[in-house]
């Protein structure tokens, strides 16, 4: 097996891996300095020196006192119980410290190269704060107000952790804190294997094929992943994180993947297969889906990809998963600079319906921003039948997936939409009903069920389309899936768009309605359109103007790197009429006019 691990586990001064809250507090090995560390190293020898720590120290006290009479944050009933029964909150903060500047380098620092490519290549302007570790001496004033940090998170500027019940109010007083809320823990029945599953007498592939698939042929045959194999694609090139239970590697069917990192967010190190198997047993099953390849009895739909595995789901009797781990791995696996992240893990308890509207849950908040920086979400849909959909599922810019049959017939479990602002979810549906995986002991494999690998089937037909056309923002896998999925003219919230087709659309790749080389995708399209140039990133903006075909001013916008969204509104932020447009682009170093048929759905 091919490894190239990219991260080290930090060493208490014994030489013993420290717990998961010691993890370094930003990505140059080491934790963010504080005042008394500062102090070490320089001494305070002038008095030049001892006036400014003065200074700093009574600046830092009042900052992080409450001020006379301010507003203590909101703590909500749900987390006074989580507290009482032991369970980690939330702590949100207000900002991330005096500092109102991010210096060039060590912003550079906190992601990787490739990471800051794909945000230029696929995303929104690149907001640096968003990658700001939280400023230390909040960390130390929380800890000293009797919170035991588990987690931190820099994109929603929180920490999670335990704290007694009678403490949190002395947490709320600070006035850096903004609110205290519950970590969502969501348990369920482990996925139900099918004792003894074969594929059905007489399914298999009928055409010649690339690889020896053995009893994973029938799901690669349905949703097409054969096809593309047959024209040379294979995910080299591409990278995938998994976020999941642990992970089996020493198997023969993993042998020759190539891992460029992994973590283990419950434990604080990297070592994700270091549980028993009831602990490995899930991750490895849907890794295997995606990724695995040993000819004559399973080959994942991404065997070339890289993969960087990330451990943060808890299992005991039953799977019990807590949301701080997901998003301490999603900001992790962003980092690395994936193209695409793989979950089959949701979260439901402390959440209602009425939360499942794309901005509520946690752990959606987290998704649409990793989105919004071009790391596709691919998100299992959950196993709650018509009980509704678990977050981050619920994302409007998340891929969901159900489980559906070999022909595209939603599965009873399969969890159904609409969203509590009545979108149509599940996005698509694949095979969730004996799936072929690879269980945790060696030479063991068996038919598996749950939109938990319905997941990484299709996470692996994104990463086979960008490895054809890189420069694919995440709406625009999206949308080219919808748009060639079974149920494409008539989406419903059992199957959505349907079944996945990955060479329809690997037919549908736009080639770029292009004017000097600038796109626009999707079109036609029925509501929001990104707008996109090959440039690289530069020190001045780009701009766009939408008018109408008679030449009407409708919309304006700026935009720094490759590409940009438009809403399909106008500068009231009033949705336009179906019709033709002409979108104008003009960049530092071209310029070009595109047109745009949009066709609002009825």
């Known amino acids: 097996m091919t490894r190239f691990c990219e991260t080290s586990v930090p060493l208490s001064s014994e030489g013993k891996k420290t717990s ?13 300095p504080t005042i008394s560390s500062l102090k070490k190293q320089v001494g305070w020898a002038l008095p030049t020196v001892r006036l400014l720590h003065m200074l700093i120290c009574l600046i830092s006290a009042i900052t992080l006192m409450s001020a006379a009479g301010a507003r203590a944050a909101v703590i909500s009933p749900r987390a006074q119980n989580a507290a009482a029964a032991g369970d980690p909150v939330w702590i949100f903060l207000k900002d991330k410290g ?23 290549s696929r995303g929104a302007a690149y907001d640096p704060r968003l990658d700001q570790p939280i400023f230390s001496d909040y960390l130390d004033a929380l800890t ?17 952790g335990i704290v007694p019940s009678d403490r949190l109010a002395a947490l709320a007083a600070y006035r850096f804190v903004d609110s205290i809320r519950p970590v969502v823990i969501y348990r369920r029945p482990i996925d139900t294997p099918l004792p003894g599953y074969l594929p059905p007498a007489g399914y298999g592939l009928v055409k010649p094929a690339t690889f020896d698939y053995g ?6 045959e349905a949703i097409e992943a054969d096809l593309l194999h047959n024209r040379g ?32 967010f419950i434990n604080g190190d990297t070592d994700v297969g270091d549980e028993d198997s009831v602990q490995m047993d899930h991750g490895t099953s849907t890794l295997s889906v995606c990724g695995g390849y040993l000819p004559g009895e399973l080959i994942g739909i991404a065997p070339r990809a890289e993969y960087a595995l990330a451990k943060t789901e808890v299992m005991d009797a039953e799977t019990r998963i ?44 987290a998704a649409e921003l990793a989105v919004a920086r071009g790391l596709l979400v691919v998100n299992a849909a959950g196993n709650e039948g018509f009980d509704g959909l678990v977050a981050p599922a619920d994302g409007d810019s998340v891929l969901t997936v159900g489980a559906s049959d070999r022909q595209g017939t939603v599965a009873d479990f399969s969890s159904r939409g609409p969203t509590a602002d009545n979108r149509i979810k599940p996005d698509v549906v694949a095979p969730g009903l004996g799936v ?66 990955a060479d329809h659309a690997f037919a549908a790749l736009p080639s770029g309605h292009e004017a000097s080389g600038i796109e626009v995708w999707p079109n036609p399209a029925s509501d929001s359109v990104w707008i996109g140039t090959p440039d690289a990133a530069t020190d001045a903006p780009s701009h766009f103007d939408v008018f109408t075909a008679a030449g009407d001013p409708v919309y304006s916008g700026e935009f720094w790197g490759r590409s940009s969204l438009w809403l399909g509104t106008n500068e009231s932020n009033q949705p336009v009429a179906s019709g033709i447009y002409l979108v104008w682009v003009r960049t530092p170093i071209r310029d070009g006019l595109v047109k745009l048929a949009l066709i609002r759905r009825r």
């Open 20 to 32: 998961a809250a010691s993890f370094p507090r930003n990505a140059l090995g080491g934790a963010h």
């Open 98 to 120: 005096p500092s109102a500047t991010v210096p060039g380098p060590l912003a550079q620092a906190w992601i990787s190269e490739r990471a800051a490519s794909r945000i230029a």
């Open 144 to 160: 000293s107000a009797g919170l035991t940090i588990r987690t931190e998170s820099r994109w929603l500027n929180a920490v999670s």
């Open 215 to 220: 009893n994973s042929a029938a799901q690669a």
């Open 233 to 264: 694609l294979d995910g080299q090139g591409v990278r995938i994180g998994f976020l999941d239970t642990g992970y089996s590697l020493d198997l023969n069917v993993f042998d020759s993947l190539k891992v460029i990192g992994t973590r283990d």
């Open 322 to 365: 807590e949301e701080d781990y997901w998003v301490a791995g999603l900001w992790w696996i962003d980092s690395l600079g994936c193209d695409i992240v793989s979950s089959s893990l949701g979260y439901n308890n402390w959440y209602t319906r009425a939360d499942l509207d794309g901005h509520t849950a946690t752990t959606t908040k």
């Open 436 to 501: 072929w995986t690879a269980l945790t002991r060696p030479g063991a494999f068996l038919g598996r069920s749950g939109t938990s690998f319905a997941t990484p089937l299709v996470a692996g037909v994104c990463a086979l389309l960008l490895q054809e056309k890189p420069s694919l923002s995440p709406m625009q896998v999206i949308d080219v899936l919808r748009a060639t999925a079974t149920n494409a003219s008539h989406p419903n919230n059992d199957v959505g768009w349907g079944m996945v087709r």
